[in-house]
């Protein structure tokens, strides 16, 4: 018989969780292991909403465990530490990411890359080493080995800093590793969505030209003035693909939905590279010639590891690169997936935990 969730560890812990695929949250009493001698625990102050939430929350990847407590972009204050941690101290402002353990001896994991260990432990719904279930952010803390702790610069704001976490890693790292993360550099960004305008604040702060590809005309205005790319265009209108035909030198492909990317590789230039962040449900259609003829390259990437995720942290501090975020309390959660669901935020949500979840248990 499986061990209930609160009496799985001997730390008390509450927090709001989907008890199967209607992904409805509700109040969850669970429990958190003890403070190991490598482990920080932090009180959870702020906690970024990512579109992976509502696929987990509804298992759209197979992959979930019930109940699931949410949450990978998760900023707080540490209120204990091991005997062995030299990282951070009690009161210190940290973060947690999508991942809470890998097998820190595989080639990816010795390289800093423990996002593409193949036993990489996710913040949530995922198996720890002990063989129990990790839960996220959406609860009242966290307890997490020193290595996947994120120190907070003093000028990064919390709730605007959190979404970094993930939408933040997950666009610097493939600028920076496809040597786009260069002053002259022509970069477009497709999408204009938590992870897109996140792109375009790192993009521009590497000193690159930034060109926004959108269906919707009508966040030109937005993307120009309000975030600050150079150009605009409208990628159903052909006269304006054909017109930027072969001008950039890399593309950041944010988008989740099944959408085309053939027009997308007439506007590299040779050499130039398409990279997949987004994770459509279903297959995109590549034709090759268009590969071939400009020696064009399409790839992925998917958020980043300690190292660089501390250095992207850093780096957003020192160029005031935050994401642009709505707060809510923890009891309209469920109202933020249903508007997320529509696309109806800008840019991304972000729950006070702090000061909302106490008022809600039960």
Not at 105 to 134: F, K, Q, R, V
Request: aromatic content about 6%; glycine content about 10%.
């Amino acid at each position: 018989m499986a061990t209930a969730p609160e009496a799985e560890h001997p730390v008390k812990a509450f927090g709001w969780a989907a008890r199967d695929q209607s992904g409805h949250l509700s109040p969850l009493n669970f429990s958190r292991r003890a403070t190991g001698e490598e482990d920080v625990r932090l009180k959870v102050l702020y906690c970024g909403i990512c579109h992976s939430d509502l696929h987990n929350l509804k298992n759209e990847w197979n992959m979930s465990k019930y109940p699931l407590v949410p949450g990978h972009e998760i900023v707080g204050e540490v209120t204990e530490v091991g005997s062995k941690v030299s990282k951070v101290k009690v009161g210190d402002k940290v973060g947690v990411g999508c991942l809470v353990g890998a097998c820190h001896s595989c080639e990816n994991c010795t390289n800093d890359l423990e996002n593409y260990c193949p036993n990489m432990i996710l913040t949530y719904a995922s198996t720890y080493y002990d063989g129990t279930t990790t839960y996220g952010g959406y609860s009242d803390h966290l307890v997490a080995n020193e290595r996947y702790i994120i120190r907070f610069p003093d000028n990064m704001p919390l709730d605007a800093g959190a979404p970094l976490l993930c939408a933040g890693i997950t666009v610097y790292s493939p600028l920076k590793y496809y040597g786009l993360a260069e002053p002259g550099k022509h970069v477009g960004i497709v999408g204009l969505g938590g992870l897109g305008h996140v792109a375009v604040k790192f993009a521009k702060a590497f000193g690159a030209k930034v060109t926004v590809i959108s269906t919707s005309p009508g966040k030109k205005e937005e993307a120009l003035k309000h975030l600050g790319a150079d150009s605009f265009l409208v990628s159903r209108d052909q006269d304006q693909m054909q017109i930027a035909s072969g001008t950039l030198d890399g593309i950041i492909d944010t988008v989740s939905a099944v959408h085309p990317i053939v027009p997308l590789l007439g506007l590299l230039k040779t050499n130039g590279k398409l990279v997949l962040v987004g994770a459509p449900e279903k297959p995109l259609e590549l034709l090759v010639f268009p590969l071939i003829l400009g020696r064009r390259l399409v790839s992925g990437s998917a958020i980043g590891g300690m190292k660089e995720t501390q250095e992207m942290i850093d780096f957003a501090a020192k160029h005031n690169v935050t994401a642009d975020v709505e707060v809510i309390n923890m009891e309209y959660v469920n109202t933020a997936m249903d508007r997320l669901a529509k696309n109806d935020v800008r840019y991304r949500f972000v729950i006070d935990v702090g000061n909302s979840l106490e008022a809600t248990k039960r």
